[in-house]
């Protein structure tokens, strides 16, 4: 089994300061682990991912994730944010063996950036 | 680069009516999904494909069939549309290359259908 939990829902930060999106995981197997963005009315694009190398990944626009074991987390952070950076953010979990090798998804976090 | 397709963009639906949604991709991939996606509960998975003329069920499978006749095309068909099934409908594919790379690898997605019944 293997579920994901994104810890806040909406995020509010200003323009020009770090960004941080928390994501806790649970797999019963050595997960991979991806982060995709989605601005409105589009489709889900993807930031970054973890597949057992380096546990500090970098991303696409400036974003990077570090994955913990320990904690079981794969926070998302950035240290500007720009307005661009407006849009909901998903964590995801992959393990194999997963029934269909699908892809779990936590909720969503909003992000808000203000000028 | 089409990537991944999915026909209509948007559709309005009566109680009780059916329809079919179309995903198209031109990767030759060999997984396909369906997911649902409602406010603050992310992605849904509702049915899925591990090759041409397989299919199986996800999370969410109530109230939906799927077929994939042909390796390029996973469709998604409300025999009788609820307003339970208002919601945004995303397809993606994934490739399978070795069992241990597969995981690794990210799911590439359309751009959405937004259904709406009433």
């Known amino acids: 089994a293997q579920s994901v939990t994104q810890l806040d829902s909406h995020v509010s930060v200003s323009e020009g300061t770090p960004v941080l999106l928390r994501c806790n995981y649970s797999?019963?197997?050595?997960?991979?682990l991806f982060w995709y963005v989605q601005h409105p009315n589009k489709g889900l694009q993807l930031l970054l991912k973890?597949?057992?190398?380096?546990?500090l990944v970098k991303g696409i626009n400036g974003f990077e994730a570090e994955f913990k074991k320990s904690e079981t987390s794969f926070h998302l952070t950035k240290p500007s944010a720009h307005m661009s950076d407006a849009a909901e953010y998903f964590c995801?979990?992959?393990?194999?063996?997963?029934?269909?090798?699908?892809?779990?998804f936590g909720g969503g976090t909003r992000v808000l950036v203000k000028p | 680069n089409a990537g991944v397709t999915q026909t209509p963009k948007f559709r309005v639906l009566k109680t009780g009516q059916s329809m079919t949604l179309l995903c198209a991709q031109d990767?030759?991939?060999?997984?396909m999904y369906w997911y649902r996606q409602d406010p603050g509960m992310g992605l849904r998975l509702i049915h899925y494909?591990?090759?041409?003329?397989?299919?199986a069920k996800g999370e969410v499978p109530d109230g939906y069939n799927v077929s994939r006749l042909k390796k390029q095309n996973f469709l998604l068909g409300l025999e009788s549309a609820a307003p339970s099934q208002t919601s945004v409908y995303f397809c993606?594919?994934?490739?399978?290359?070795?069992?241990?790379?597969?995981?690794?690898?990210?799911?590439?997605f359309g751009q959405g259908t937004r259904l709406t019944v009433v």
């Open positions: 494909s591990v090759g041409e003329g397989t299919t």
């Open positions: 973890y597949t057992s190398a380096a546990t």
């Open positions: 993606a594919s994934r490739p399978q290359r070795t069992a241990d790379h597969f995981t690794r690898t990210e799911a590439f």
């Open positions: 797999s019963s197997y050595s997960p991979s």
């Open positions: 990767m030759n991939h060999e997984y």
């Open positions: 995801v979990v992959s393990a194999f063996k997963a029934a269909g090798n699908k892809l779990t």
